[in-house]
């Protein structure tokens, strides 16, 4: 982050229990949304074949809304009140209205937060995992960018959540949000090759 009266930038890198929740209900109920991001390794995914495809679809649609709330919930303010979901304690909400099917579908994988509990605590304690190892990863591609376009990078926010995906690379999964795959973070070389793109799009 720079210094006053000048541009400044803040990078937020998590592994969050809510975000890796979201994504192992989503390979437990079998959800196929995002396309793009790849399932976490370690664990099943459902296969899809055995609804019709208008429930599908639901699951699908309510699946969306769930997962934007859970990764950028300031970028996507629910439209109605939120309940928390029984059995989730405080890491997973959905809209009062219009979710049932989705909660009842969610509600059969009670499993699914111990699974996200271990992802983050495994995370959590892992060098990567320490700030300070994490801000002098990213001020080394800010640098690195300001260099190239021989000016300071313009002020920007950026979320980095560390996932166990089973593809290496970044995808980004929101508008201010990115996740990278934890084998790819934990490379010093091929992440700052990786993330230097994402600077650029955004300094």
Known sequence: ??????????????????VILALTLRQ?????????????????????????????????RQWREYWALTVEPQAHPATGPLDLVDGFETYAALPVEGFDELREQMTAHLEALDFARRVHER??????????VSYRAYAGA??????????????FELNVQVLPLSQRGVWWIGSLTIAVTDGLRSDVVAFDSAIHPIIAEIA
């Open 123 to 132: 995370h959590s304690s892992e060098p990567i995992g320490r700030s300070g």
């Open 142 to 155: 800010i640098a690195q960018h300001e260099r190239e376009v021989g000016r300071r990078a313009h002020s």
């Open 28 to 60: 437990l109920i079998g959800i196929r949304s995002p396309e793009e991001l790849p399932p976490l390794r370690g664990l099943a995914t459902t296969p899809v074949g055995r609804r019709d495809e208008a429930t599908q679809a639901l699951l699908e």
């Open 1 to 18: 982050m720079h210094s006053a009266g000048k541009p400044e930038w803040v990078v937020r890198e998590d592994a969050s229990v809510a």
